[in-house]
């Protein structure tokens, strides 16, 4: 066979049978076939004893995916598998140094990556030589290889982002009757590329090198071109639909709300704009200083990718406006709107980026990441979030506000306006006093430990003394099925329901759960061993608690005894 040919053969049958047979979760004569195939794509070199060895090895594990059925096996075997090529290239290369101990690993590793390095290569075994046509037809080639993996990760979080164009995707698939596993292919692509630079590494070792400078490298601005035309092709199509159904709200589809569309993908498409500002980046920094139609031409796809950009930011910013129009602020969403902003105004300077590279656009972004971060910290974001989920709560526009009373003691402020609510109302109260009650605990004494945001807190506890007394914790006993009280480290258990107050003394605390819950002290009797939690009706009356380890009941208690705990 051409030895120009067998390479690329390799490559394809590599990737096509590696999805078709190895690919399948439950694959299991599939493996052994594919790695049987391996070995006599390898026939030539099987004489070498290291080449039967490796082989042989490998295709031992691949008989535990026909022979057996221990899932654990199959996983562990795909990485051994993989682990063994590796080596194989250090090995037959013989870059193997028996004199340092742990070399053949760090080679190994070094080899696995340059396993995916050899594009190049795969693309130049169709041409013995090289005019200028087929040097600009080969860069064509490896841009449509390059796109493939770019334009698979555009499309999963454009169809995970949008319900209309996935609904679009696949009735362009289902038209050509070919159901395209986008993630499947990508990984497939991937090992066919490792397959075949371990194939390069072993039958002419001198090409199995990677350079760690490769950053620096000047890339043919066609590659780039054609990876940023077939990428915007996608984009394109995607804006299209953005335009017809969320901008202008044409009607959408049958069987998708508009509600459900308006709010979905709005992360995903935030990561796909962070993703084409690091593709515009790069592109002009593999293609600097290089003169050429096809740079002029690159300036005008980046200014599209631009453009682009900002249409997809719109977007999420519509999305998120709808999402928090329906669902209220959380932190996240107006942490990301922030986001919004500064994205916004890092894509305009983008702009001038792309025409006058001179400007280093990573200093750009890494002072705005700056600048972002303080504004984070200097703006009181617990207490927007609080003042958009409580107007919205009296407004009625939302049920509850428990996410509110996951927050900071920054909301204190905010929360205040619900204390007289019959349904929030207690539980903004038990907010506020629990967590000041853990500041106190956990907060040393002295000036330096002041915060302004407790002492606000504070003044609004005091103001509606709900700071006179200490809350008292309790605790769901689920072994024994009661609650239990704990105070000064003492456990107190249900014993009994008084029917009048004539016990009743001195107030010592509240409980934590329910600040109508007072705690009272037992007339006559020791705060260690007793204790009376008044208004929290049990059958007409108030509990009686007893502490644990209490054996001798008086005569004037004993009465109440109900339980036995």
């Not at 000036?447 to 945001?453: A, L």
Request: aromatic share 16%; with cysteine; proline share 2%.
């Amino acid at each position: 066979m051409n030895k120009q040919v067998k390479p690329l053969l390799y490559f394809l049958i590599t990737m096509i049978l590696y999805y078709f047979l190895v690919l399948p979760f439950e694959s299991g004569l599939g493996v052994v076939v594919y790695y049987l195939i391996q070995m006599l794509m390898f026939y030539d070199l099987l004489r070498d004893k290291r080449v039967f060895l490796i082989f042989g090895a490998i295709f031992l594990l691949s008989l535990n995916y026909y022979f057996s059925y221990f899932v654990v096996f199959h996983i562990l075997n795909r990485l051994a598998i993989f682990a063994l090529y590796c080596f194989a290239g250090v090995l037959l290369s013989n870059q193997l140094n028996l004199s340092k101990e742990f070399s053949f690993i760090f080679k190994s590793i070094i080899n696995g990556i340059a396993n995916f390095f050899h594009i190049d290569l795969l693309i130049g075994s169709l041409f013995k030589k090289e005019n200028k046509n087929q040097k600009i037809f080969k860069s064509m080639l490896i841009g449509l290889i390059f796109s493939i993996p770019v334009v698979i990760f555009v499309l999963l979080l454009l169809t995970e982002a949008d319900s209309v164009f996935s609904l679009f995707v696949d009735q362009f698939l289902n038209y050509f009757y070919f159901d395209l596993k986008l993630y499947d292919w990508l990984f497939s692509l991937g090992a066919g590329l490792f397959f075949f630079g371990t194939y390069i590494s072993i039958v002419d070792p001198h090409e199995n090198k990677i350079d760690f400078k490769m950053i620096s490298f000047q890339i043919e601005p066609v590659i780039i071109n054609v990876v940023l035309s077939i990428t915007l092709i996608v984009y394109s199509l995607f804006v299209f639909i953005q335009f017809k159904y969320l901008f202008a709200q044409a009607g959408l589809p049958a069987g998708i709300t508009y509600s459900e569309y308006a709010v979905r993908g709005f992360m995903e498409l935030v990561v796909l704009t962070v993703f084409n500002v690091v593709l515009i980046i790069l592109s002009r920094r593999f293609t600097k200083n290089q003169m050429s139609k096809s740079v002029r031409f690159n300036k005008l796809l980046l200014h599209s990718l631009c453009t682009i950009t900002l249409i997809l930011l719109a977007s999420s910013l519509v999305r998120m406006n709808m999402y928090t129009q329906n669902y209220g602020l959380t932190r996240l969403r107006l942490i990301v709107y922030i986001f919004l902003i500064f994205e916004a105004i890092g894509l305009l300077i983008t702009y001038y980026f792309i025409e006058r590279d001179r400007l280093n656009l990573t200093i750009v972004y890494f002072s705005l990441a700056v600048v972002y971060y303080v504004v984070l910290n200097v703006m009181p974001i617990d207490r927007i979030v609080a003042r958009n989920l409580v107007d919205r709560y009296l407004n009625h526009k939302q049920n509850d506000i428990e996410y509110v009373l996951q927050l900071s003691l920054d909301v204190a402020p905010e929360i205040e306006s619900l204390f007289n609510d019959p349904k929030m109302g207690n539980r903004a109260k038990y907010f506020l006093v629990n967590k000041l009650h853990y500041v106190e605990e956990n907060r040393n004494e002295g000036w330096i430990y002041n915060n302004y945001s407790v002492d606000q807190a504070r003044k609004i506890a005091i103001k509606h003394q709900l700071l006179k007394y200490p809350t008292i914790r309790v605790v769901d006993n689920e072994e024994l099925g009661c609650i239990e009280l704990i105070y000064n480290d003492v456990v107190y258990r249900p014993f009994g329901v008084l029917s009048n107050d004539k016990l009743k003394g001195t107030q010592i605390g509240i409980r934590e759960d329910s600040l109508d819950s007072k705690i009272y002290e037992v007339k006559g009797y020791e705060i260690t061993e007793w204790i009376v939690d008044y208004l929290e009706v049990f059958m007409g009356g108030n509990m009686l608690f007893k502490a644990v380890g209490v054996n001798e009941i008086p005569k004037e208690l004993e009465q109440y005894k109900q339980y036995d705990y």
